[in-house]
């Protein structure tokens, strides 16, 4: 139990285009989905906080007009990455938090973007 | 906010070795979780250990909250248990701050 999906699982787009990542929660709910960032050799840092119906919380220096976070459902999550440039190239990872339970994390397999 | 620090950064061992990987944390977390990053990027669950200790075939974890500390066994490593272990706490909203890892290879 407890597998999340994300689509694509690797990108490779032009600068200036928008580029959408789907993240999925395949056999629970998760009213509350996380999206990270990880740089090659680096940690994961979180960029925003996704709940469902509402608008997402961004973490201090993240761009809210650069990464547009939609979660329309308990189970989907997705993450908009707007006129991309070479810099937004990047391992992004999301996570879900069950309903019940013990509120641990369960991550998504990540989507490497490359823009070109 | 809360700071996580990982040690040691690297390690190098010989298949068969038990090695220790600790994480520090700067204030006191109702949640601590460690995680295995395969070399291809995926995250796997290990433990969820805010307190106390866990054991799971050759990992086991123990968490002192008092002192804020968690450990990370493993035993007879095989080379399957390469890549980059994370501990991670809560921040905010249930978002979590990560440490920077612990960055393990395992030579046959």
């Known amino acids: 139990g407890a597998v999340v999906s994300q689509h694509p699982s690797r990108v490779i787009c032009k600068s200036g285009t928008s580029v959408k990542i789907e993240c999925r929660s395949l056999?629970?709910?998760?009213?509350?989905m996380f999206w990270y960032r990880q740089f090659p050799k680096k940690s994961l840092m979180l960029m925003a906080t996704?709940?469902?119906?509402?608008?997402?919380?961004?973490e201090q220096g993240v761009e809210k007009d650069k990464f547009l976070i939609n979660h329309a459902s308990l189970t989907l999550s997705t993450l908009t990455v707007t006129s991309a440039h070479p810099e937004d190239s990047s391992f992004y990872i999301c996570?879900?938090?069950?309903?019940?339970?013990?509120?641990?994390?369960?991550f998504g397999p990540g989507t490497r973007l490359l823009v070109l | 906010g809360i700071q996580v620090e990982q040690s040691p950064p690297d390690l190098i061992l010989q298949e068969g070795a038990n090695s220790t990987l600790r994480c520090n944390f700067s204030d006191s977390v109702n949640n601590l979780q460690w995680f295995h990053q395969n070399p291809w990027g995926q995250l796997i669950n290990l433990f969820y250990?805010?307190?106390g200790t866990k054991q799971n075939g050759r990992l086991s974890a123990t968490t002192v909250a008092t002192e804020r500390y968690s450990l990370l066994y493993i035993s007879s490593s095989q080379t399957t248990d390469s890549g980059v272990y994370f501990c991670a706490v809560p921040r905010g909203a249930d978002g979590l701050t990560f440490g920077k890892g612990t960055h393990l290879i395992i030579q046959p």
């Open positions: 250990i805010p307190s």
């Open positions: 996704s709940n469902e119906g509402s608008k997402a919380t961004y």
């Open positions: 996570s879900a938090s069950s309903l019940a339970g013990v509120r641990t994390q369960y």
């Open positions: 056999d629970f709910q998760a009213t509350t």
